[in-house]
Structures are given as C-alpha cells and as structure tokens.
C-alpha cells in the first residue's frame, strides 16, 4: 500500500504461553483513520500497545514479526523508545490528566523534550488546546487543575497533551468509551479534523463509531486479524462470514 506509516509483518505476541497475536499483517495509511474492533479479548489493545512498544515492560511477553513505523523497525534493539513515544502518542479509555493545572498538562511533554522558553510553550499550549478544540472553553481557566474540569474536557485535554509534543500517530485505546453523546461526538468532530494532518488508529466496541468516524476497519478475532478493508466496504459487504455475524450481532 503507498504512503502506509505502519507496517505490521507478521507480528505475533505471547504473554507467557497465551498467543495473544496470530500473524498480523497490516499496513495502515498516513493521514487517515482506522478503527480496530472485534470481541473482548480479541487483542485490539494489545495490538495498539505493540505500535509504541508498552507491551515490552511486561514480563513474559515475546514478540515476534516485525513492525515498521516509516519503514524503520520499531522492535530494533537500538530504537529510542522515549523518541518513538513522542511520534506515536497514546490516549487511553479513561481520560487521565495528571494532578495539575491544565497549562501544565499540556506542557509536561514539550517540557519533558527540552522547551523550557515561557513564551514558546505559551504558544504550544494555545496551540494545542486550539487543536483539540478546548481553547474557547478553557482559556480563562489554564491555572485550574485539569481535575476540574468535565469527562469530556478532561479526555480532549489529554487529546492535546498528546499533541503538544506533535506526534505523527495517535493511538485511542476506547477514547469515549466513558462520555456521554454529546462529549462523544465532539471527540469524533476532532478526529476528522485531526486526520488532516496525523495518522489515528481507534480501537473501539462501538461499531456505529467505528463505521462514522474512520476510513478503514480491522476486525480481529482470538488475536487473528479476520478482515480489514475500506469501512463502507467491511460493514455494507464483507468478505469473511465471522465479520458479517460480528457486525450484525451474532456473536460478540
Ligand atoms: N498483561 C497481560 N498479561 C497476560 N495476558 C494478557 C495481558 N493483557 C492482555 N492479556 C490477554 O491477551 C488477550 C487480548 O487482550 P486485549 O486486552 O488485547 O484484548 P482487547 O481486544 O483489547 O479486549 P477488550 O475489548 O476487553 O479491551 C486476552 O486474552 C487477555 O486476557
Ligand atoms: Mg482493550
């Protein structure tokens, strides 16, 4: 596939003696959006946490296979893995601003990398906040603590903290699965403005998300991945069987 940012190769992963992932062969294009679902323990996490490598500090997991990020192996004994964090950011289920005031939420990351000028990380916190769609509702509050604020705020804030360090993937672990409608369809609203300029992998349960918001869809299986394919094409007409029972309920 031309211009995919990630390629899987078939990567496999075991905790321990469980196979968690079955030959994954996968190539996900820049700039767009691709929604991973399937059943509960199917792997969908821990193929999200393979792309920036946060399986490794567990023990007893064995990865095998390769994994490209821009045509570079990410599993590379030599490759940084704070580096490649600040390129592939991650933005979990349950919105998790750390204890302290939204300014300095955003600015942890640019901070943690080196920027320590006031007027420059002023303007990557606007910046930010402007991108995750927060800077009108909360620019008069930059010094309250992000602990303040609403669910929906709290995940769009950690939405721009991962921005912050201008990373060229986001990775969404179930990003709305704990808000409402309404905070909902602003995440979705962001994601579709968000792909202008990054590449965003969503791992969902919701499949009506999965079919408004994203480009292509994966359906894995026990740790197979069943189908991937263009998302009007996965959910109007799918190839495999198991996706077609999964998609209209059936199993699952
Ligand atoms: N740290 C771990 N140690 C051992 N086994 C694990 C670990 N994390 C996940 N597993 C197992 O790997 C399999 C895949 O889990 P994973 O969390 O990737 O599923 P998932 O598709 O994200 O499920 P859900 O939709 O419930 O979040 C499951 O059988 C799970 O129990
Ligand atoms: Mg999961």
């Known amino acids: 596939m031309g211009g ?21 062969n996968m190539d996900i294009p820049e700039r767009s959006i691709t ?6 323990g199917c792997g969908k996490s821990t193929y999200l946490r393979c792309l920036n490598r946060m399986n490794d500090l567990l023990p007893e997991v064995r990865i095998t296979g ?8 990410i599993y590379d004994p030599g490759e940084d893995v704070v580096e490649l964090r600040k390129q592939i950011g991650m933005v979990f289920q349950k919105p998790n601003p750390f204890p302290m005031s939204i300014y300095d939420n955003v600015a942890y990351g640019p901070r943690i990398h080196g920027v320590k000028n006031k007027s420059e990380l002023d303007s990557i916190v606007e910046k930010s906040l402007r ?4 800077w009108d509702e909360l620019k008069g509050r930059l010094r309250d603590s992000a602990l303040s604020i609403s669910g929906g705020q709290q ?3 950690c939405i721009a903290r991962c921005l912050a360090v201008e990373p060229e993937v986001i990775l ?3 990003p709305a699965s704990a808000l409402d409608p309404i905070a909902t369809a602003k995440i979705e609203d962001l994601m579709r403005e968000l792909k202008e300029k990054y590449t965003i992998i969503i791992v969902t349960h919701n499949m009506q998300q999965a079919a408004r918001v994203s480009d292509r869809t994966a359906f894995f299986l026990m740790g197979e991945l ?20 999964y998609i209209t309920g059936r199993f699952g």
């Open 4 to 24: 995919a940012i990630i390629q899987s190769r078939d990567l496999n992963l075991h905790y321990g003696k469980a196979r968690a992932l079955k030959n994954i």
């Open 35 to 40: 929604a991973i679902i399937g059943p509960s």
């Open 66 to 73: 390769s994994l490209l990020f821009k045509g570079r192996n």
């Open 131 to 134: 991108q995750a769609a927060l």
């Open 155 to 157: 995940q769009r804030l």
């Open 172 to 174: 969404m672990d179930e």
């Open 226 to 245: 069943i189908e991937y394919d263009y998302t009007k094409k996965l959910f109007e007409n799918p190839t495999n069987r198991r996706t077609e029972d």
